[in-house]
């Protein structure tokens, strides 16, 4: 496996890296390190010149302010990632960045701030805020654990594919029981927490589309998820 190396870009770790989603990041790198890969990882600021040879995007939540501070420059690097996700580049994003991988989101105040359409979704600010713990049940994941905090509630076009379905917690909105949205390799959601430490398939997963893109086939061995499996159990027993 030696020289085999896999680049992770976050996007945005400057205004877009809330609630601990950074975590995310440190768990793919430690992941591929377990499965003896070598990781580069790159970020992307508003401003730096876009990295080529991208393997997993990475991008985090942030208050409304962080969004329009973004919003022109990710707009202007869209055909960029649009191109990567057509490409099935795995890309996970997070709660502010899921919101402006969508059409757009229209704050509570009536200012809309423009996505750039890679998920067929639209996002609304509401006066309620959606907080507390939340499982989702995935069929490709099974039962995800996380934290939502957000007062944008997205809505999915008919063709939008959910990551999974709340059994515990809001999710997308108040009036379905999705959360999340998937396009090709593209994951969005809102779980916080972060989302991969206590949710190794989806990392896995993220891991696994990379590598078998990138050099045809992905080996592995197992690896010992017994302290994560802890973590998730003690997560799903708080309340919401």
Same mark, same amino acid.
């Given at each position: ?9 976050? =996007? ?5 890296? !809330?609630?601990? #989603? %950074? +975590? ?105 805020? =959606? ?5 989702? !049940?995935?069929? #490709? %994941? +099974? ?64 891991i696994e589309q990379a590598v078998t893109r990138k050099y045809g086939v992905f080996y592995s061995e197992p690896i010992s998820d017994c302290y ?13």
């Open positions: 496996m030696t020289g085999r190396e896999i680049n992770i870009l976050q =996007l945005y770790p400057r205004d877009m890296n !809330i609630y601990g #989603d %950074f +975590g995310n990041v440190l768990v793919l790198k430690r992941r591929l390190q377990w499965y003896g890969y070598s990781v580069n990882l790159l970020t992307y600021d508003v401003g730096d010149s876009f990295p080529d040879n991208i393997d997993i995007l990475v991008g985090g939540g942030g208050q409304d302010s962080g969004q329009n501070k973004i919003q022109e420059d990710l707009i202007k690097i869209a055909p960029k990632i649009k191109k990567l996700a057509d490409d099935n580049t795995p890309m996970l994003v997070i709660c502010g960045l899921y919101q402006m991988f969508g059409k757009f989101f229209k704050t509570v105040d009536g200012e809309i701030i423009r996505g750039i359409g890679i998920l067929n979704i639209e996002t609304y600010g509401r006066s309620e805020r =959606l907080i507390g713990n939340i499982i989702t !049940i995935s069929k #490709d %994941f +099974g039962e995800i654990v996380g934290y939502e905090n957000h007062s944008g509630q997205t809505y999915l076009d008919a063709d939008v594919e959910p990551l999974g379905f709340i059994r515990v917690g809001a999710g997308n909105n108040l009036e379905s029981d999705s959360e999340g949205a998937r396009y090709k390799n593209v994951i969005g959601s809102y779980l916080h927490g972060s989302l991969l430490p206590k949710n190794p398939k989806i990392a896995d997963f993220l994560t499996k802890e973590a998730r159990e003690a997560a799903m027993k708080r309340p919401r």
